[in-house]
Structures are given as C-alpha cells and as structure tokens.
C-alpha cells in the first residue's frame, strides 16, 4: 500500500491524479446537475432526500480534492479556475435533467455507475488514503442507488404518464451507464491505473458488474433497454455494437449511425449542452459548494 508521495514513481502519481480528477470532477457535477428537478420533487420527504443526494456529492467531490492536495494540486484552483471545457467529469453529467423521472433514473442507473466504479478502488486499491476515505463514501452511494430504485418503482407503478417518462428517460441514460466505463479492453493500448493497482479491474469487467446489478431492476419494472442475459456465454450482452452516436441535443442514441472511438472521445472532450451551465453554478455560487 502506497502512503505518501515519497513513496510513488511519476508514472504512478500521474495515474492517480487522472482517476482522482475523473472523481472528483464527476462528484462535483452530479450537484447542479440534480439541483434543480430536486426542488421539483413530489413531496417533502422526496426533496428532503434529493438534496442530501447533493450534500453526499459535494463531499465526495471534497475527497477528490483533498487527496488531489496532498498530491501537489491546488484546491480552489482545480474548483474555480478552470474552464467548462476543461472539466473532466463523466458526459452522463453534462446532459440537462429535465423531469423527476429523469433525476431519480441517474440516481438508479449513474451512481450505480459510480458505486461500481468505487467499490473496486475501494477494495482494490494501492493508494491507501482514498482506500480509507472511500469506506465513507460507499455508504452514502448506497443511499442514493435505494433512493433512486425506489422512486424507479413508484414511477414505473403510478400511471401511464409516469411510466412513461421513467422508459424515456432510460431510453438515453441506460446506454449512456454502458458507455460510462469507457473504451473496450481491446481498444485500449494500456491501461496505467490497473498496472499500478489504482484500480482492479478493467473496463469491460466493469461495465459487466453494472449490467449484471442494472438489469435485474430493469426486468423487475419491465422497461425496455437494449441488453439481455445470454445463456450460452453466462454474461450480459448488449444488443447493439460500440460505439454508438449520440444526439445530445435531443438525448438521442443513434445506434445505425457507425462511428469510431475517436469520434466518441471528441464528444466526451467537447463536453455536453449542461456543462458550461453546470460549472457555472458551481463557480458563481448558485449551487453552494463548502470544498
């Protein structure tokens, strides 16, 4: 276990500094990014519930910085200095929320993302200080995942119209989770974060642990998503090859559209249509942020 930066080569500390950016950045989005339809919540205990979602993201975010500190980086810098443009957070974080049925969707379908994601650095990593810190996180992402299941099942069991907007809504974020893990195993030339044991497993391994907790809960509500389990190969499969389009201007999956790898870098790199609003509400202080 690593403790200290005395202790890292400097292929090693650039890994780490990467994968705690992606985190941190990612943590900090999802705050504006529920804000606003967390004051549009059906109840009082449901807004209650939405907002200590953001309270949660803003102090994981914290964490990211924190250890980013120890690392050589400054703080208020990596908050407020920044560009939109320049902010790496994953692009699920970028779209604009636009309903309830769409905030609970990512709190069941992103920070599942997120709970995989963590949950391998957490049992896996060699860097101790995020290993230590991340027990605190795992629990409060719990809370988010039942949170959003639940209101998964209400919507999915409450009317036509909620119905409704719960399946549109999974229509563009349920591929946007697989794309979440990042480019195929075989696409990749290396992988450092593996190789220094920053992280577990790969890419591919991951997406598979969200399909395998994903599509149990999208059998139990019966809405449709573009994967089913295969039998004869024991995993998960997609039913639509990678890498897709993506029309972010109307949350659209264009999956006749070929494309490569590079094209969806370019997308990630661009940003999407929220981000500029997103970081914005961050740096001006609409979205109060004690990190």
């Not at 391994?205 to 399909?211: F, K, P, V």
């Not at 389009?245 to 940003?271: C, G, L, M, T």
């Amino acid at each position: 276990m690593i403790e200290s930066t005395e202790e890292m080569t400097d292929g090693y500390k650039k890994a780490l500094k990467q994968i705690l950016t992606v985190s941190g950045d990612t943590e900090l989005m999802s705050a504006p990014a529920y804000y606003d339809q967390s004051l549009n919540a059906p109840s009082m205990d449901a807004r209650a519930s939405c907002v200590s979602v953001i309270q949660d993201e803003l102090g994981h975010g914290h964490i990211a910085y924190r250890l980013l500190e120890d690392l050589g980086e400054d703080r208020h810098e990596l908050i407020y200095e920044r560009e939109p443009h320049e902010f790496r957070n994953t692009y699920g974080f970028d779209q604009h929320i636009d309903n309830f049925a769409e905030l609970v969707s990512a709190h069941g379908m992103f920070d599942r993302a997120g709970i995989v994601l963590l949950s391998d650095i957490h049992e896996n990593t060699s860097y101790a200080p995020w290993k230590r810190a991340l027990t605190k996180v795992s629990k409060e992402e719990q809370f988010h995942l039942r949170h959003g299941e639940t209101w998964m099942r209400r919507l999915a069991n409450n009317s036509e119209k909620t119905r409704r907007q719960l399946q549109e809504a999974i229509d563009w974020m349920f591929p946007m989770g697989v794309e979440w893990f990042g480019m195929p195993d075989d696409k990749k030339k290396h992988d450092d974060q593996l190789e220094y044991r920053i992280k577990g497993k790969s890419n591919d391994e991951l997406r598979q642990d969200w399909l395998s907790r994903a599509m149990p809960l999208m059998d139990e509500l019966d809405l449709d998503v573009p994967a089913h389990y295969d039998e004869e190969r024991e995993k998960y499969v997609l039913e639509y090859d990678m890498p897709v389009a993506f029309d972010p201007d109307n949350k659209e999956w264009r999956f006749d559209e070929p494309i490569s790898w590079s094209d969806v870098i370019d997308r990630w790199r661009s940003r999407g249509p929220a981000n500029e609003k997103y970081v914005n509400m961050i740096q001006s202080g609409t979205v109060n942020v004690q990190v």
